[in-house]
């Protein structure tokens, strides 16, 4: 990407990217918070949760006046109902129970049952980056890394064997940032890749980012300072926005659509700890949540074959999910150095910082976004094995999140054949329609949470065309994914 797209280092994206508010609403609605003192924080809480409700209150309207009818309701309206509701779910949560954990102190805390051992006011801080063959943007991103403001940070990249001129990119970096960069003479993959520059990390937190990222200067510092003030965070995911939003429609709608998969779905995670995907864009551990299980994650295998893709899931889950198979998987991996030092299982919390900013690059094309979302889906697939096999024991808010939006993503598909293929063979068109506009009615609804998030913001029409496209195209990728899950390669174009 030409890097006149690309804001400088150092430097914030321009207001769509950063303005936002804590409470959806209205102008009104916002003065009315304004008036509850910081000194109330119960009233405070109580009052956001009204006004969401408020703001939710037609979608319950028409959910009310179908559900008296449910038991006479063919199966494609009682799915239609079914996310409708979860959506009201979902948007209800997010909005009324989530708190950035690096604003203050969460209201919802273990109990004095749990415990966790606390980090360093100031811990050391390693931040890793994995790179192959990104010539083109691998600058912009390590000059963002390195103008971060969080203090203790050691910068470590490693160059997947590039063959396009990254190395040498690297190499003046090197010299002229004080970064430590590893070249490998061969291609060993994303997950291999990092696992080696974490052997060089001997600090209390690693970070991760993407080499098509560009970080906001106080990204990993509020990361970092969530994990100090909850010493129960063993994991925190940052805000990803689209950074090349001038590349045409696309990239808008996926702009769009990534402010809602982290302002909406990762926020109701949030809320119970329980955020199954620290996103790659920014991605922050303590070291004693995930350490013990880098080689599990490197050395992955899926129906008997080595999984390549770089999952940032599966990574998530060994930090969710080791209480109940920690154990078991240092035991297979015992020889490994990772696991001579051994920390203890814990039920550690995983959080989203909605104030540490981070922009990607996002396929601007129909060919690259597809192959973008095939690994996706394969990850997710791969990952429903392990965190499916446990999230049920993190509580019923986590797993409700969860296994609701597997069975949305399974059923995607089944839906989206019914209606397209077969309601219109069997002279069913009206069903054909009824669809369509229950998949624009769940757009807007979600195209109206993000206006109200950033007041003035256009962009919010594209997230009914976002759902449109998503239910008439990529609905499909799910089955063919499945089908060539053993498939895998290196791969991060977003061109």
């Excluded at 990222?213 to 990204?219: K, N």
Aim: with cysteine; proline share 6%.
């Amino acid at each position: 990407m030409n890097a006149l797209h690309r804001p400088q280092a150092g430097t914030r994206a321009s207001a769509p990217h950063t303005a936002h508010d804590t409470v959806p609403g209205p102008r009104g609605m916002r003065a009315l918070k304004q008036r509850v003192t910081p000194a109330d924080p119960a009233l405070r809480h109580g009052v956001r949760r009204l006004l969401v409700l408020l703001c939710l209150m037609p979608l319950l309207v028409v959910l009310a006046h179908h559900a008296v009818r449910l038991p006479r309701l063919n199966l494609p309206v009682c799915y239609g109902l079914v996310v409708l509701a979860g959506t009201i779910a979902l948007l209800y949560v997010a909005y009324s129970r989530y708190e950035d954990p690096a604003e203050g102190e969460l209201r919802v805390r273990p109990g004095p049952d749990e415990t966790f051992p606390p980090l360093p006011a100031d811990p050391r801080v390693s931040f890793l980056l994995a790179v192959k063959d990104e010539v083109d943007g691998i600058e912009a991103c390590v000059r963002s890394m390195a103008a971060s403001d969080c203090p203790g940070v050691r910068i470590i990249v490693v160059d997947d064997h590039s063959q396009d001129g990254t190395g040498d990119v690297l190499r003046r970096l090197r010299d002229e940032l004080g970064i430590t960069v590893i070249h490998l003479d061969s291609n060993v993959g994303k997950k291999h890749a990092l696992v080696r520059a974490c052997e060089l990390a001997d600090t209390e937190i690693i970070a991760f980012t993407d080499s098509d990222c560009v970080l906001a200067p106080d990204a990993l510092r509020r990361c970092v300072r969530a994990l100090v003030t909850h010493p129960e965070l063993g994991a925190v995911s940052g805000h990803c926005r689209a950074l090349n939003t001038d590349a045409g429609f696309l990239a808008r709608a996926q702009d769009v659509w990534y402010e809602g998969q982290f302002r909406v779905a990762k926020a109701a995670e949030a809320s119970f700890g329980s955020v199954s995907c620290v996103s790659g864009p920014l991605a922050v551990f303590r070291r004693d949540a995930v350490y013990n299980y880098l080689p599990a994650w490197a050395d992955d295998r899926f129906m008997g074959a080595p999984f390549r893709f770089a999952t940032d899931r599966q990574l998530t889950g060994y930090v969710l999910g080791q209480a109940w198979r920690g154990a078991a998987l240092k035991r297979r991996y015992a020889g490994s150095p990772f696991v001579e030092e051994d920390f203890a299982e814990r039920r550690w919390r995983v959080g989203y910082v909605r104030s540490a900013r981070v922009w990607t690059d996002v396929p601007a094309r129909l060919g690259p976004l597809l192959r973008q979302q095939v690994r996706w889906k394969k990850s997710f697939i791969r990952n429903l094995f392990f965190t499916g096999s446990f999230m049920w024991r993190r509580g019923p808010g986590p797993a409700a999140l969860y296994y609701g939006h597997v069975l949305w993503v399974l059923a995607a598909p089944v839906m989206a054949f019914r209606h397209l293929f077969w309601a219109p063979v069997h002279g069913a068109l009206f069903l054909t329609l009824l669809y369509f506009c229950g998949v624009i009615l769940k757009g807007c609804v979600w195209g109206l949470a993000y206006r109200i998030d950033h007041p003035g913001d256009t962009h919010w029409r594209y997230r009914p065309l976002m759902s449109l496209f998503s239910s008439v195209l990529l609905a499909w990728l799910l089955p063919y994914s499945l089908l060539t899950v053993r498939r895998g390669v290196w791969s991060r174009g977003a061109a």
